[in-house]
Nanobody, 126 residues
Framework: QVQLVESGGGLVQAGGSLRLSCAASGRTFTTYTLGWFRQAPGKEREFVAAISRSGGNTHYADSVKGRCTISRDNAKNTVYLQLDSLKPEDTAVYYC???????????????????WGQGTQVTVSS
């Protein structure tokens, strides 16, 4: 099993930045890919970014490409999501999730992730 705990959300003005963290425990950290998803009120959960086991391969949703950086520290069992140039439409609960699958073709779908954190709220004011 994998336990995931997100932190770092909050209220920020448009144009600002936030760094989300997700601390993992349980199964060996380097045996799974990690992804970030978000869910706004009344909308489906959507993919944001994912990073491979080694950290050498990343994938981003078009909506955040250029404004978002995913990284992982395998020594600290933590994955990060740096959000820059935030927009009101980025407002959502952000979730960290893990998948044993290490190929980008499947990273964008929630169905391939088996463990999820509880989420952290990001609110961007205009």
């Amino acid at each position: 099993q994998v336990q995931l705990v997100e932190s770092g959300g909050g209220l920020v003005q448009a144009g600002g930045s936030l760094r989300l963290s997700c601390a993992a425990s349980g199964r060996t950290f380097t045996t799974y890919t990690l992804g970030w998803f978000r869910q706004a009120p009344g909308k489906e959960r959507e993919f944001v970014a994912a990073i491979s086991r080694s950290g050498g391969n990343t994938h981003y949703a078009d909506s955040v490409k250029g404004r978002c950086t995913i990284s992982r520290d395998n020594a600290k069992n933590t994955v990060y999501l740096q959000l820059d140039s935030l927009k009101p439409e980025d407002t959502a609960v952000y979730y960290c999730a893990s998948t044993p699958l290490n190929y980008p073709a499947v990273w964008g779908s929630t169905i391939h992730y088996d463990y999820w954190g509880q989420g952290t709220q990001v609110t961007v004011s205009s």
